[in-house]
């Protein structure tokens, strides 16, 4: 019998789609046979600033990145111009900077469980998630000043001194959060709805990963096993005990109890790092001085405005909460960048997903789609 | 019930209140004012009328708390407030939603059918409303014990579907149509199990009649452990639960309003105080489901009396308690699980429940007539 | 889907209902962690980036904040004889680069943060505006 399929839009403003992003679906009857992706909604240009202003200047624009976890977008940038510039950083100041960014990954991945079961129907998890948020959102205020968009990490250390009483509030967090941790469990691992709704569903094999370039919780899902933290351990990672989480199945529910996972062995390395912070400067000598000291300075970083590394290229990569944030950043001896180009995990993640649900329901749709955890500023930038 | 050849009928709220009036004293006066005029017909009427009024306010009451409980509860398990601001601890939320969908700008699409778009919402609410008629509230309060309530009771639900379908049909939307003919598919095959397990309950006490079914769930066993069929059939409980919580289109069978299905389902239309009757006939019909669930399961109104106390009254107070009972559990599951997938719920509803409710009702058959119970 | 009749008895939906009990009936750290906003509000830390506030007697007007700024938000203008900032909190990112080069330690951000207003213009901070923190000399 001849059957014509029927072209469906899930339109940018939809409730599950994580922000503004556009399917177009080919649908036979009830199952997908084709999906495209159309991207752009939230372009802002950012790659373009980034020819425009200094090196200094820049680091706000790369927190808007991926907004829920900033730390990350930042330190990728300052670390690829710190590669350039061959800039040194204090022990401390490299503490300081893992425990952050671990933080974050612990924060993104509460956001990623809330909103998947948020999509799949259960609207306890996210209001769970973000109660823990809020801890560590007010341990990040009260260290930089602001929740979302911290503008911590400069080139060359961080911009000022963990505040009094920050290490007791933190071993507090650090205690809840496993509690917690085995609350969420309890509450959605072993349910047999979730199970039926994640189990099998937008499988994906190692080799189409890899061939497809995700990198992240959701490549470590499939069975592969690559955490740039382990193999080219940047910052104080080789100094650090932890293992990278992997799955072999390809499923939603592998991907989703990797990123469990990864939530503990964050929560062992805070745990390390706030045992082992050592005392010291936050920011290498050359950049610290404030230069006319009348009144007590509020931070304890100054980084100069005429700031020329030497001309050459670098890319430098990270593993962000979401998968492998790079940048590559050019100079031409100005000191503004010739080029700042952004390697984002959600964008390349993304490109995966039509491989995953062909031959899926819209609902598999939704699930598959929550379990990559993209986030649309790291897609359009 | 039949016994033999008479037919012993039980108790209604219109006896009741004649007996009120005969106790004050002013029964036979009004009665006689009105066979003086020959009228004594409208005495009927005014009680009837009076009775059906008491019954569609508390109705409406009780949709109205339910649906600031249902908010409350929800925020409590995510470890927040709910509605605080409108009246001490958010109690006048329901009166502030109603005031604004009342204020809401009436839409009917321009190629839509104008009668049975406006018709539709009110069949929904009132085919809801019908059901409380065999309801047994307390001893004798019944608005009308009749001989056949459980039957009646299931196919009043069966108009749910087809308002539905006029709903979906009438909005002239294709998306609404495959909504609407979504929910009925799902309606009709949870129907099924839920009439087989309401059967079972019935080869047990031999009567269709609600009250006779609460009458045959009075007394103790050992002295303890009362004498409920919930305990005769703990698998018939559970699955009429599942088929009812599936029927209402609750978490987790809720496929239809979840917004991540492409539109709202059958309702995507509606708007303004037709939108308030979906939503009002859904928490009508929890209530409802929970009181026919408390019926036939859990004893009803029955309970240890306490001494001083009319029996009417205690008894009106444990169904309420019971009723809210499965009420509480029924947003407690709400709050926890994900939704089921819609083809996952149809294989449930017809390859699990259906041989599960059979395999129950010949088990039922089977004590009966061997004359065990 | 067979393994539905392995796992009759439904054991996780049982766990995840007692999860939510305990949250019901708030067994152990499981409180209420509302903050009714318009009538009580959460302190703000110390190093909060809110509005900004400029020393009267420690800026120079010599404008390194107005060109650090990534965005442009910073203008010097004159105001009686000198030259201080003003500040369109419309574009602010909020980022406080301003406050790190400032040479004088001049610029610091409050805790304000109900900064919504209703016109454009009215969101520019200008010198005469509560934007002056006269430093009382010890």
Known sequence: METETLLLNMGPVHPSTHGVLRFKLR????????????????????????????????????????????????????????????????????????????????????????????????STMIMYGFRERENALQLYESLCGARMTFNYIRPGGVREDLPDGFIPKLNEFIKDMEKRIVDYEELVNGNEIFLMRTKNIGVISAEEAINYGMTGPSMRGSGVDHDIRKLEPYSI???????????????????????VDEMRESLHILKQIVDTLPEGKTINQRYSFAPNTGAPSAVTSYFPRIFT???????????????????????????????????????????ALPKMVVGLKIPDLIAAFGTIDIVLGDVDR | MWTGDTMITNPNAYDLIVAILNAI??????????????????????????????????????????????????????????????????????????????GKEDIIPATADRWIFTLAPFIVFVSVLLVFIPLPFGESLILSDLRVGLLYIIAISAITPVSILLAGWASNNKYSLMGAIRAVAQDISYTIPLAITAIAVVVFVGS???????????????????????????????????????????????????????????????????????????????????????????????????????????????????????????????????????????????????????????FAAFVVTAGVI | MAWISKNWTMIGIIKGLIVTMKHILKIGNRKTVTVQYPYERMKVAPRFRGRHAVDEDACIGCGICETTCPNSTIQIVKYGTRWFPEFNLG???????CVDACPMNALKMTGEYELADYTRESLIYGPERILFKKEVSK
Request: some cysteine; proline content about 5%.
């Open chain 1, 237 to 259: 990672y080789q100094d650090l005990d932890f293992r990278a989480c992997m799955r072999r199945e390809g499923d939603s529910y592998a991907r989703y109890l990797v990123r």
């Open chain 2, 208 to 362: 269709l009649s609600t009250v006779d079914i609460v009458n045959a769930q009075q007394g103790y066993w050992f002295g303890v452990i009362p004498k409920w069929f919930i305990f005769l059939q703990p698998l018939g409980f559970i699955l009429f639960l599942i088929a009812c919580i599936a029927e209402m289109g609750r978490i987790p069978f809720d496929f239809q309003e979840s917004e991540q299905e492409l539109v709202a389902g059958f309702f995507t239309e509606y708007s303004g105080m037709k939108f308030a009757m979906f939503f009002l006939a859904e928490y009508a019909h929890l209530f409802a489901v929970s009181g026919i669930i408390v019926t036939i399961f859990l004893g009803g109104w029955t309970g240890p009396a306490i001494p001083l106390i009319p029996i009417q009254i205690t008894s009106l107070v444990y169904f309420v308690i019971k009723t809210y009972a499965v009420i509480f559990f029924a947003m407690w599951l709400r709050d926890t699980v994900p939704r089921v997938r819609i083809d996952q719920l149809l294989y449930l509803g017809w390859k699990i429940m259906i041989p599960l409710a059979l395999l129950n009702l010949l």
């Open chain 1, 27 to 122: 649908m036979d009857g009830e199952i997908i046979r084709d999906c495209q992706i159309v991207v752009g909604y939230l372009h802002r240009g950012t790659e373009k600033f980034g020819e425009m202003k200094t090196y200094l200047q820049f680091i706000p624009y790369t927190d808007r990145l991926d907004y829920i976890a900033a730390m990350p977008n930042n330190y990728a940038y300052v670390k690829a111009v710190e590669e350039l510039a061959g800039i040194e950083v204090p022990q401390r100041a490299e503490y300081i900077r893992v425990l952050v960014m671990e933080l974050n990954r612990i924060v993104n991945h509460l956001v990623f469980m809330g909103s998947l079961l948020l999509d799949l129907g259960a």
């Open chain 2, 25 to 102: 004293g002013v029964y036979n006066i009004i009665l006689g004012f009105f066979q003086a005029q020959g009228m004594e017909y409208v005495l009927r009427i005014i009680i009837v009328l009076v009775e059906v009024v008491v019954v569609v306010v508390f109705a409406l009451v009780t949709v109205m708390f339910l649906s600031w409980l249902e908010r409350k509860m929800f925020a409590v398990v995510q470890s927040r407030y709910g509605p605080m601001v409108t009246g001490p601890r958010g109690l006048f939320q329901p009166i502030a939603d109603g005031i604004k969908l009342l």
């Open chain 3, 91 to 97: 574009m602010c990112l909020f980022c406080g680069l």
């Open chain 1, 309 to 351: 590394p030497p001309e050459g290229e670098v890319y430098s990569r990270i593993e962000a909460p979401k998968g492998e944030l790079g940048f590559f950043v050019a100079s031409d001896g100005t000191t503004k960048p010739y080029r700042v180009k952004i390697r984002s995990p959600s964008f390349c993640n993304l490109v």
